[in-house]
T-cell receptor, first 115, second 114 residues
Framework: DARVTQTPRHKVTEMGQEVTMRCQPILGHNTVFWYRQTMMQGLELLAYFRNRAPLDDSGMPKDRFSAEMPDATLATLKIQPSEPRDSAVYFC?????????????FGPGTRLTVL | AQSVTQLGSHVSVSEGALVLLRCNYSSSVPPYLFWYVQYPNQGLQLLLKYTSAATLVKGINGFEAEFKKSETSFHLTKPSAHMSDAAEYFCAVTRNFGNEKLTFGTGTRLTIIP
């Protein structure tokens, strides 16, 4: 059964440390989205990729965040250095032109706590 | 630009009562509209979607939504609430062509009173 997977599911780190979150999109999906969810801001789109190329990363703080797709089966979101305000749940979602009507499939999320 | 507004960040209904979650959208082009549900500590799951076919859309778990262009609304309803419906619900909009990003509302937390 095809699912988006994310690792790690939980991460606790100290301020200043580097954090890397990974996402495996559904096989065959060519679009990957990164979202951040917090109580205060709700669900925010950070960046998205199509065919591994970044299409829009305007929602992402450029000084400390970076997103890449090294290959079609892996997307990464990196924070360096991390800050307490980065504490949130980070979701990855994938989609495909063969999946009609722009439906996105969400992973279970990575819950990040920065102390 | 597109946007959605969800009226009511928290809604409480009694078990067996009607569920009504409100969503109004703004879009300069014909939209696709979605309702997603998020259970505690989980990702978002698609409930239903409007894609310009039928205006009344039926989804999973007994939910349905009606697209009303004149009111720019896409409200979510369920005739009889169940305890398992307690979750957060998100309305989202996108343009009606391929692989576009979704714009989400702020969410409505649904509580079911026994």
């Amino acid at each position: 059964d095809a699912r988006v997977t994310q690792t790690p599911r939980h991460k606790v780190t100290e301020m200043g440390q580097e954090v890397t979150m990974r996402c495996q999109p559904i096989l065959g999906h060519n679009t990957v989205f990164w979202y951040r969810q917090t109580m205060m801001q709700g669900l925010e789109l950070l960046a998205y990729f199509r065919n591994r190329a970044p299409l829009d990363d305007s929602g992402m703080p450029k000084d400390r965040f970076s997103a890449e797709m090294p290959d079609a089966t892996l997307a990464t979101l990196k924070i360096q250095p991390s800050e307490p305000r980065d504490s949130a749940v980070y979701f990855c979602a994938s989609g495909s032109p063969r999946v009609i009507h722009n439906e996105q499939f969400f992973g279970p999320g990575t819950r990040l706590t920065v102390l | 630009a597109q946007s959605v507004t969800q009226l009511g960040s928290h809604v409480s209904v009694s078990e067996g009562a009607l569920v009504l979650l409100r969503c109004n959208y703004s879009s300069s082009v014909p939209p696709y509209l979605f309702w997603y549900v998020q259970y505690p500590n989980q990702g978002l799951q698609l409930l239903l979607k409007y894609t310009s076919a039928a205006t009344l859309v039926k989804g999973i778990n007994g939910f349905e939504a009606e697209f009303k262009k004149s009111e720019t609304s896409f409200h979510l309803t369920k005739p009889s609430a169940h305890m398992s419906d307690a979750a957060e619900y998100f309305c989202a909009v996108t343009r009606n062509f391929g692989n576009e990003k979704l714009t989400f509302g702020t969410g409505t937390r649904l509580t079911i009173i026994p």
